[in-house]
């Protein structure tokens, strides 16, 4: 893939990030094919060229080609894959059997089955020959299809692939950096969902920016920790994979994950929260994994403890901050 030129790309899922990087690649004058699994979904899309419940008052670029036949993805240079991470491992079955994809970009913050599975672990499993990347940053879909301007990073092991990568998305007011450490970039997408969710829980209780900023800071040692523990590069979570989405994602009213914490501090169950909710909030799934993979590491995860505490109705909210804020006294 050496040299910039217009690219044929598929995007592998029609939700709203979906739709945001297929309507940013077709800005930047490539050719997007999206593909969604539901029919409906996809003839309301082709007629409209809008999503009034993903993206708002947003008109996508007329030039986007849209389908639910996933073999109509074959042969395109690249493909982004854009689904729930619950999805992923049906996702990657039915691109080894109807697309076979030479290069592989993943946008998807969380982990793959029932652990600590990486996006790039699944690949490297299920497309050993994929060349693969992932995609990750504050970047809250209808901010991006409305232009405003946006800072990402992409990694991957193949430098040139990061780089072309890197080109082919940069463009107006969306900028992509890269690096090597894929890992720490997935970390960094999965696990500052549940940072955000406990700071919804904080909105949701009433408070203010002291108790936010304290959590937050928290909130990235304990990222930290947990990567480093899994071999990611501590440097990463002080860049937009972690410390830039973790704030974005724990701020904007926008961000699925702070939605969700919001409603939890107003005292409101988790599945009256989720039957509400048309779009996934990959923290909900994330924040029990972390916890039970964190007790296998022996590393200390306060707050995605809390968290799950109170997603399982386990302690209240307030119950959680007594909990927290009781912990012994030590050094930052």
Do not use: C
């Amino acid at each position: 893939m050496a040299g910039f030129q217009k690219r044929a790309v598929g995007v592998i899922g029609g939700g709203a990030w979906g739709l945001a990087l297929a309507h940013l690649l077709t800005e930047n004058g490539h050719e997007v094919l999206v593909w969604d699994r539901r029919a409906d979904r996809i003839e309301n899309l082709k007629r409209f060229h809008r999503d009034d419940e993903r993206l708002p008052g947003v008109q996508l670029n007329p030039k986007i080609s849209y389908t639910y036949v996933l073999r109509d993805l074959e042969g395109l240079d690249f493909h982004v894959l854009v689904v729930k991470s619950g999805a992923v491992e049906e996702m990657l079955q039915r691109l080894r059997e109807e697309v076979r994809p030479r290069y592989l970009v993943s946008a998807v913050k969380g982990f793959v089955g029932d652990g600590i599975k990486t996006v790039s672990m699944a690949v490297k499993e299920m497309l050993p020959s994929t060349v693969y990347a992932v995609l990750s940053g504050p970047s809250i879909a209808l901010e991006v299809v409305r232009g405003i301007p946006t800072s990402v990073v992409v990694a991957s092991e193949d430098i040139n692939f990061a780089f072309e990568i890197q080109r082919i998305f940069s463009g107006g007011n969306f900028r992509v950096y890269r690096q090597r450490d894929v890992l720490g970039v997935e970390l960094g997408g999965a696990l500052k969902n549940v940072i955000a969710i406990a700071a919804g829980i904080s909105d949701g209780l009433g408070f203010a920016t002291n108790s936010k900023g304290a959590l937050l800071t928290r909130g990235l040692r304990e990222m930290v920790r947990f990567g480093v523990a899994l071999g990611a590069q501590k440097d990463t979570f002080f860049g937009l994979a972690g410390m830039g989405d973790m704030i974005t994602t724990s701020f904007s009213k926008n961000s699925r994950n702070r939605y969700v914490g919001e409603r939890l501090g107003k005292g409101e169950s988790i599945d009256t929260i989720l039957d509400d909710m048309k779009m996934v909030a990959e923290g909900v799934r994330t924040a029990p994994l972390v916890f039970n993979e964190a007790k296998r590491l022996n590393v200390e995860v306060p707050i995605t403890e809390a968290v799950v505490k109170i997603i399982e109705g386990e302690i209240s909210p307030l119950q959680a901050l007594e909990e927290l804020m009781r912990r012994p006294l030590k050094d930052e």
